[in-house]
């Protein structure tokens, strides 16, 4: 659990970094790699929390 909020963090700080540069230099890749950290970091929640639900539906 502590491992996951951790790189959740990690992908939300690297996508944040990544606009902030998109932002300074106008570069598209930064842009689209922000965009897909993002996407990224949003998948892996939405999974995260299937699998909590899931596990309260089956043990109670």
């Given at each position: 659990?502590?491992?996951?909020?951790?790189?959740?963090?990690?992908?939300?700080?690297?996508?944040?970094?990544?606009?902030?540069?998109?932002?300074?230099?106008?570069?598209?890749?930064?842009?689209?790699f922000?965009?897909?950290?993002?996407?990224?970091?949003?998948?892996?929640?939405?999974?995260?929390?299937?699998?909590?639900?899931?596990?309260?539906?089956?043990?109670?």
């Amino acid at each position: 659990m502590a491992a996951f909020r951790v790189l959740m963090l990690l992908m939300l700080v690297a996508s944040g970094a990544s606009f902030v540069l998109y932002a300074a230099t106008g570069q598209m890749r930064f842009r689209k790699f922000g965009i897909r950290v993002l996407l990224g970091a949003i998948a892996a929640a939405l999974v995260f929390f299937a699998v909590l639900i899931a596990e309260n539906l089956l043990a109670g």
